[in-house]
């Protein structure tokens, strides 16, 4: 771990992102939240540290946009600080990390445009925490089609995934292949990166467990959906699973057998315990829940790696997923508010 840089410069930014960490909202204010009306829970917002961004936007946006815009702003201000404090090889894996962005920026673009909506509205959820910048996606957004933004994608590490399925997913009106096959395109590249860079053990385990949830989440989807057919392309490669295996598995209707199969595959310990209560659960909870369950497993196991190995890439990964998912339950929490939603059935989207 210390080889990279020595020990001072890993303990000083894991130390900083502990603290920031135990400033993230808990699962009490999340609960005390729901029972708010939506301009209290506004002024919440504004009274943490995100106070910054909402005064910097009050000229541009008001309401649920102005919460929407700051809340990505102050996301993406965090992790680029992550990067700017991080040495040697914890750079390099947060920067990897973080190239996920890239490919929901631009696919929350195409989509957005392909719908109809104004750019303006589109700006909103961008979160410029990759390699393309907050201006890069400003002039994505000025482009006047959507041939023109592939255009002016040329120079972008994932472009020739994007030329190739561009075509198809704008002409079908459905981009689920071409996002499929981007998001396996840097799984690839992180796997790669994880191998190459020294500590980049420990960034390999966690990424091999995302991919694990990430396809068992896929077959919970195409089961319940019942696609039926040859569904391998949707498996991202890296995980435990075979094609063959989870080709097999998405055929398997009777849930006790689809665990019990699932089961005899998995190794990571805390996802068996998570398959045993999908198997309780089988049928009679939603797509959603499964889907939020597994998330907080992921959580779960990052939280305990980071306490476990404290000066190391799983405090980093720990901050960043941890940040992330105080940006999701603030936006679940103001959309469902503006909505009207029950609390209960708000209470369902959080990961806490």
Known sequence: MTAI???SPYIYVCTRLRVRKAKLIPREEYLRMLNMSLPEITRVIQELEYKREIDELSHAFSGINLIEVALSWNLAKNYQNVITIAPGGLKEMTESYLRRWDIQNVLTILRG??????????KEVLVPAGELDRTFLDRLLAEDSMDRIVEALKGWRLYPVLKKLYTRAAESGSFAELENELYKKFYAEIISDAKTVKGGKSLLEYILLEIDIRNIQNLIRIRQQKAGGDVRGFMIPGSTLTEEEFQRLSLITEGEEF?????QKIRNKALLTMLDDLRKEEGSTSL???EIALTRLQLKTVELMAKLHPFSIWSILAYLDLKKFEIFNLRAITRGKEAN???????????M
């Not at 445009?113 to 589109?122: P, V």
């Not at 939603?341 to 990961?351: C, D, N």
């Open 341 to 351: 939603l029950p609390v209960e059935r708000i209470k369902g989207y959080l990961v």
């Open 113 to 122: 445009i392909s719908q109809g909506m104004a750019r303006g509205k589109i």
């Open 5 to 7: 840089m020595g020990p």
């Open 288 to 290: 959603h829940a499964h």
């Open 259 to 263: 665990v019990r199969e699932l089961r």
